[in-house]
């Protein structure tokens, strides 16, 4: 007589369970000796991937960590960068990407915050979190120093005693099975600190996944993809809606560390790259870049957007130079993993300007300041009911009970929606300026000021006004070669839009700050021009 053998709970969850832990060795089952990742000289199959993956989840769980555990990593990108994500969630570690451009002060901020198990740094780096750690008390003795381990290290990192992550990567050890819930926090991503102190996002296994689906479903993702990621791999743009993707429909992704426009179009050339992500100040780079040309971009068929719209000018630029190319606009932000709303490349020209309609497994909402829906055509804040969406801020329950107040995840973006359900995004909440009780939107005021002939970036920001309470003020990049003056600046959108609206003061400098993925620093030009008109 054959025995009864009773079905538990966790073995019904475990047969339903879908993480990001799970994509390498799924992917690996279907595409086996494929090219998944090439960093260099470095090729991994996705068969090779997925061992690396389990190697480093089972050398996680031998350092002793355990589910929910956290991992910090400082790093620039690198075929690692593409392995931790997922190793991490496999073992239940929940990792923590860091910006690495941030000061070691800054760094300790959010050591403090998320208070990691393990360290892993870049050897460039590794110096800024040696720092960081110091700073964040995490030498003391009742406290520890906590485990911290090298990639690539050299005598920088010998120096400061991290020894060599290295044989984490290498394949044979196989990990523990952990079971993740959809609710399982798995990451924490960092908010990009344009306008204040980063926040910790915590993302959760189902709100990844379901924002996988939703990437590859409007963004046209194929396996036949050979993918360009040069944008930082520690934001969730290049991260998650772009490597995780591709590495779950099996297509080919390229890292790059650099981002410089001459070593963009080199490798495009040299692995026959045909998806490309770029915020728009790097699509405008790379269209003004001394080495482009038509002939050796006419490989991209994709092209991808997202951090800012695109004005509308470089838009037509890009038809003009590059025929072949087929554009998607993604918008959203990180609490959302991070991609809500999609513009495809039929909507580029007809719909210019507008983030496009919600994504697959998005809701979209316009709300007024009671949260309450407004009518289509009326301006409100952006809002999103989503799995996409996060679990909350990390250690802080008053801004995670802000940003889900009434039901919905709130963006702190203005827009409104059109009668054929179209996001037209207005401006950030911080962005609009208010002259003598008029509120201005700087993007409708950098739109115009992109049609100058002349112009190849600029920003428009709020400024103290002892007269007024704000004063518009636009700081203006010139092309290479070009003259603009402050006064043709002032002249041109005094053309086209109300007095009011025209720029008190127009700044003509070389450059304009931003963070590692692309956004324009608005935060530091208020800080440096805030007296501009006083």
């Not at 089972?58 to 991992?71: F, M, N, S, T």
């Not at 992704?253 to 998806?275: C, D, W, Y």
């Not at 003009?320 to 932000?333: E, T, V």
């Not at 290479?480 to 109300?498: C, F, I, M, R, Y």
């Amino acid at each position: 007589m054959q025995a009864t053998r009773f079905t538990t709970p966790a073995d019904r969850a475990t047969a339903g369970q879908q993480s990001i832990g799970d994509i390498p060795h799924r992917s690996a089952a279907r595409h086996g000796d494929k090219l998944a990742i090439i960093d260099g000289d470095t090729e991994l199959s996705f068969i090779q991937f997925s061992a690396r993956v389990d190697a480093v989840a089972a050398a996680l769980q031998h350092l002793g960590l355990v589910k929910g555990d956290v991992l910090a990593v400082l790093s620039r990108n690198n075929w690692q960068m593409a392995v931790l994500p997922f190793a991490a969630a496999r073992a239940g570690v929940v990792l923590a990407p860091i910006n690495f451009l941030l000061s070691a002060p800054e760094v300790a901020a959010i050591v403090r915050l998320a208070e990691p198990k393990a360290f892993v740094a870049e050897e460039h780096l590794v110096k800024v979190a040696h720092d960081a750690l110091e700073l964040a008390g995490q030498d003391r003795p009742e406290v520890g120093a906590i485990p911290r381990l090298a990639l690539n290290p050299g005598a920088r990192a010998a120096a400061y005693g991290w020894p060599d992550a290295a044989p984490w990567f290498e394949p044979g050890p196989v990990p523990r099975p952990v079971a993740i819930a959809d609710d399982d926090v798995v990451r924490l991503m960092f908010t990009s600190g344009t306008e204040a102190l980063p926040k910790g996002v915590m993302l959760t296994s189902r709100s990844l996944m379901w924002q996988y689906v939703s990437t590859v479903f409007n963004g046209g993702f194929e396996t036949s993809d050979v993918d360009l990621h040069f944008m930082p791999l520690y934001h969730c743009a290049q991260l998650d809606v772009f490597l995780g993707p591709d590495l779950y429909v099996g297509a080919t992704s390229v890292i790059l560390q650099s981002a410089g426009p001459a070593r963009i179009i080199h490798a495009i050339e040299r692995h026959g790259i045909n998806k490309l992500f770029a915020t728009p100040s790097k699509w405008i780079e790379l269209l003004h870049s001394p080495i482009f040309s038509t002939a050796k971009l006419a490989g991209v068929t994709k092209g991808y957007y997202g951090a800012s719209p695109m004005p509308v000018p470089v838009l037509l630029e890009l038809q003009d130079k590059l025929p072949g190319l087929r554009l998607w606009n993604f918008y959203g932000q990180t609490e959302m993993s991070p991609a809500a709303c999609i513009l495809p490349p039929e909507d580029q020209l007809p719909f210019a300007g507008s983030a496009g309609k919600p994504a697959l497994n998005v809701e979209l909402a316009i709300l007024d300041p009671n949260c309450r829906p407004v009518p289509d055509g009326v301006v409100g804040e952006v809002a999103f009911r989503s799995p996409h969406a996060c679990l909350g801020y990390l250690g802080n329950p008053t801004g995670t009970e802000e940003l889900f107040r009434g039901g919905w995840l709130h963006t702190g973006d203005l827009g409104y929606r059109s009668e054929t359900g179209r996001l037209s995004f207005v401006d950030r909440v911080k962005d609009t300026v208010n002259v003598g009780g008029e509120k201005v939107s700087s993007r409708e005021v950098e739109e115009t000021i992109y049609r100058l002939a002349g112009v190849q970036e600029c920003a428009v920001i709020g400024v103290p006004d002892p007269r007024f309470n704000e004063a518009v003020v636009a700081v203006v990049v010139p092309c290479e070669g070009a003259v603009v003056t402050a006064d043709a600046v002032k002249a041109h959108v005094g053309s086209a839009l109300a007095r009011f609206k025209t720029p008190k003061q127009v700044i003509i400098v070389e450059t304009l700050p931003k963070n590692a993925s692309g956004k324009i620093l608005k935060r530091e030009l208020r800080d440096q021009y805030q007296s501009a008109t006083l």
